[in-house]
């Protein structure tokens, strides 16, 4: 029983980050440089236990959500397996010296705001990286590139986060 609603729970979660992304995000844009990757937060905030072979198949199936609908050949795709493939890397990366308890989650409020500003920052500027590196196809024009690299990833980070203090439980009782 605890599965099945574990598993409606992140289907859920899924239609829900990939919907709004679709519907509404998508069609924001700051200055003709910055893209809101909503989408990431379905990844962002799976459970720490989660194992790689589910984040690689879910990084694959919500790029290619997002590839079908932008028509961007495969760009949304890798570019959110690789944010799958390192994800595991950066929470070993940033495990507590006590290490992680079994009821963690990927929670500003029960990690930390340090802890999550990391987390945060490493993986998406990671993926914008990807993303519009692979995009633009050359280094001809990597001035621009980085730009809208580093405006999207603030842009993705400040509306991942306003998700996390708005929508995430705040847990009591540990210090």
């Not at 390192?86 to 009821?103: H, I």
């Not at 340090?114 to 500027?125: A, G, I, K, N, P």
């Amino acid at each position: 029983m605890n599965e099945l609603r574990f598993l409606f729970i992140q289907v859920l979660r899924y239609a829900l980050y990939a919907g709004a992304h679709v519907l509404l995000i998508s069609r924001l844009v700051l200055f003709d440089l910055g893209w809101c990757f909503f989408y990431l937060g379905f990844l962002l905030f799976l459970p720490i236990t989660t194992p790689i072979v589910v984040q690689l198949l879910l990084s694959f199936g919500v790029g290619l959500t997002m590839d079908i609908f932008y028509d961007t050949g495969g760009l949304h795709a890798a570019a959110a397996v690789l944010l799958g493939f390192l994800r595991p890397w950066v929470l070993r990366l940033l495990t507590p010296r006590d290490g992680y308890d079994s009821g963690d989650a990927v929670n500003i409020h029960q990690m930390g705001w340090q802890w999550f500003s990391v987390y945060l920052t490493l993986l998406v500027l990671l993926h914008h990286a990807a993303f519009f590196l692979l995009e633009l196809g050359s280094f001809r024009h990597f001035g621009l590139t980085m730009g809208k690299m580093l405006v999207s990833a603030l842009f993705t980070g400040l509306a991942l986060l306003i998700v996390q203090l708005l929508f995430f439980p705040v847990r009591r009782g540990r210090q």
